[in-house]
């Protein structure tokens, strides 16, 4: 099964996660503050992280920066502010979903199975093919087999997420696709999210492929119906 870190200062809950992880058969490592919590992300290389906002050190916020300039590691935010800032601000800076508390262990256990279900299909993607399927654009090239995207002459870090959500827009050129398709798509029937969640995914890809020497905007927002995938959009704002 997978390995999860759990970063949780309140001691009581995360015994409680880490309890009933162990009970489904993960593995849990936990940590209490956002110093200790970057530390074992980067040389435990967990899974996936289930990550409070709130901590001693420094908060979730950073940890998900300090943690996404290295590696792009599935991460879960946890929050108890009721506030929608929040909630978009660690979507943007890299968290693959989020969970407000006060929230029930079934409900936990199953946006961490929808995360690692994401992940392993990318793994799966990435394994050696006969044929690697290669997409590629004026200035963007996506290597759905390797899980590698270049956005002019950069490397583009991808969570799975992110990931899923570009392949899906990029091999159906043109194609526009509502937010709740894309919802049920990526992130699946058992997933609890929001059409902000998608929005959020979509601004951090478009920051993403924005590099120096990116043309422009793949992603095309088409009002009032959700997004499309235009390589001709990109080529006309250079």
Do not use: C
């Not at 979903?97 to 279900?117: G, H, W």
């Not at 696709?177 to 929001?194: C, I, K, P, Q, T």
Request: avoid cysteine.
């Amino acid at each position: 099964m997978a390995h999860i870190l759990v970063v949780e200062d309140e001691k009581e809950l995360a015994s409680l996660v880490r309890r009933e992880m162990e009970l489904v058969g993960h593995r849990v490592t936990s940590a209490y503050d956002g110093p200790t919590a970057v530390e074992k992300a980067l040389s435990l290389a967990p899974d996936i992280i289930v990550l409070d906002i709130m901590l001693p050190g420094f908060d979730g916020i950073e940890v998900t920066r300090r943690v996404r300039t290295v590696t792009s590691t599935p991460i879960l935010m946890l929050t108890a502010r009721a506030t929608e800032l929040d909630k978009v601000l660690g979507l943007e800076l890299g968290a693959d979903d989020y969970l407000t508390k006060p929230f029930s262990m079934r409900e936990l256990q199953a946006r961490v199975s929808a995360i690692l279900r994401r992940s392993e299909m990318v793994r799966e993607q990435s394994r050696p093919r006969e044929a690697a399927e290669l997409l590629a654009f004026p200035g963007l090239t996506i290597d759905t087999a390797a899980h590698e995207v270049t956005s002019g002459e950069q490397r583009v870090m991808l969570t799975a997420t992110e990931f899923s959500l570009l392949k899906l827009l990029a091999s159906n050129q043109g194609r526009v696709f509502s937010r709740e398709f894309l919802l049920e798509e990526v992130w699946g029937n058992d997933a609890v999210v929001f059409d902000r969640t998608i929005d959020s995914h979509i601004q951090r890809l478009r920051k993403k492929l924005g590099g120096p020497d990116s043309p422009g905007d793949f992603i095309e927002t088409v009002w009032g119906v959700g997004y499309r995938f235009s390589a001709r959009t990109a080529g006309e704002a250079s």
